[in-house]
Each structure stands twice: as C-alpha cells, then as structure tokens.
C-alpha cells in the first residue's frame, strides 16, 4: 500500500495554465507538507497543514494556493503558471507537528512549464 | 540564519569501501538532526536522527551518524558500501520551533563504483 501518493507524477504545461497537484496519504497522519525541489535538487518548504489548519506559509507566490479539504489530502493549486515554477514538487505527512517527528515523503510530481 | 551545508555534491566510492558524508549546520540551539536518502525518481526516505542522548545513532540500512557539538556537524558513515546505496543524501535540520520545519542542505550524489 502507497503511504503517501501523489498526482499526477509528471505535469507539463504551458505558461499562463492553471494546475493542481493531489496529495493522499493513508498513514492517519495530523500533519501534511509541500515541499518544490528545483533543478539543483535544493529542497525548500513551502506549506504545512495540521488538522487542516495552515500551519506553515513560507515566502510563495500567492499564485500557490494550498488546499486541505481533510487530514489525509492536501493539494496544490497553481494559478498563471511560470517557467520558473518547474520543478519537482514533494508532498509529506508526520504523524503530528512536532520537530521531532519522521516525515514520510511522496514520489514527487515533475511540473514542466514550457 | 538558520543552514545547512554538504560541501560534498558528488562522491564516488568503490563498492565495499566506507563511507563518510559530511554535514555542518549553523544553527543557535542544539537542533534535531536528520539524514533522509532520495533514490532516482523517488522521494525521501528517513535513515536516522538525533535528539539528544548519545551522539552516535544508528539508522536504516547500516547506516550511522556522529553528533559533535564543537563542529556543529552530523556526518553520515556506512563501513562496506553496497552498489544500492548510489543515491542522493540530504542532511536536514529540525527548527525547534514547536512544529516540524526541516531545513535541508544541497545534498550529496553518492556514485558508487565496481
């Protein structure tokens, strides 16, 4: 069983679109992340939901748009897309949202905006 | 500033020989520290981390890592590697912010040869 899944796996797109990116995870976990790791494989956080609630906005366009509509999902909406937002995109869930909690990490979506 | 740095993007290694990858993190307090590995086309996976106790940890895979203070670093050690270990290995840094905020490095790609 896939603990935490993600759709699609590869996205390419033109420049202007709107996409949305879907997160599951079927580990019962409070806490959900999104994570953009760009072509230098650097790893930079973006969101975290708790219980639903936005726990975590780090300096993103507001052409992102996290959404969370129960603990298990937590999805990406991005409006006007960019070249530059290519990249690889991580969800993650924790059991809670504490520091010392294992992150469990998704497959990744390859998002292409050509 | 919170950071992390692996000064090492690539290492090769021969099969069966040990390994050291090195990790320094510039942080205020004592910060809970992790080692995550990425295999192509995958997401992160957790090898170990430290909270506090003893300074040396063990994790998945035969994996280890030291804890020093004075160097505020946590390098990763394998013994004997093994070809399935050809990866790329992040060091990350748990913000004791009261919820779980990872700070990774760059990462390190770890070839190994026969």
């Known amino acids: 069983d896939t603990a935490v899944s993600q759709t699609p796996k590869y996205l390419v797109t033109q420049m202007g679109n709107d996409k949305s990116i879907k997160c599951e995870q079927n580990?019962?976990?409070?806490?959900m992340y999104w994570y953009k790791q760009d072509s230098k494989k650097f790893l930079k956080i973006m969101f975290s939901?708790?219980?639903?609630?936005?726990?975590i906005n780090e300096t993103v366009p507001n052409r992102f748009s996290p959404k969370s509509p129960d603990k298990a999902h937590l999805n990406l909406h991005i409006n006007s897309l960019e070249l530059g937002d290519s990249a690889v995109y991580f969800c993650?869930?924790?059991?809670?949202?504490?520091?010392?909690?294992?992150?469990?990490f998704g497959p990744g979506t390859r998002l292409t905006v050509t | 500033a919170q950071s992390v740095t692996q000064p090492d993007i690539h290492i090769t290694v021969s099969e069966g020989a040990s390994l050291e990858l090195r990790c320094n993190y510039s942080?205020?307090?004592?910060?809970?520290l992790f080692w995550y590995v990425q295999s192509p086309g995958q997401g992160l996976q957790l090898l170990l981390k430290?909270?506090?106790?003893?300074?040396l940890v063990q994790g998945i895979k035969g994996f280890e890592a030291e804890f020093k203070r004075s160097q505020s670093s946590f390098n990763l050690r394998k013994p004997s590697v093994h070809w399935s270990d050809a990866a790329e290995y992040f060091c990350?840094?748990?913000?004791?912010?009261?919820?779980?905020?990872?700070?990774f490095g760059t990462g390190t790609r770890l070839l190994v040869s026969p």
């Open positions: 993650a869930s924790s059991i809670g949202r504490k520091d010392t909690y294992e992150q469990y």
């Open positions: 580990l019962g976990h409070d806490t």
């Open positions: 939901y708790n219980n639903k609630e936005l726990i």
């Open positions: 942080y205020g307090a004592t910060p809970y």
């Open positions: 430290y909270f506090s106790g003893d300074t």
């Open positions: 990350a840094v748990g913000l004791n912010t009261g919820f779980q905020k990872l700070v």
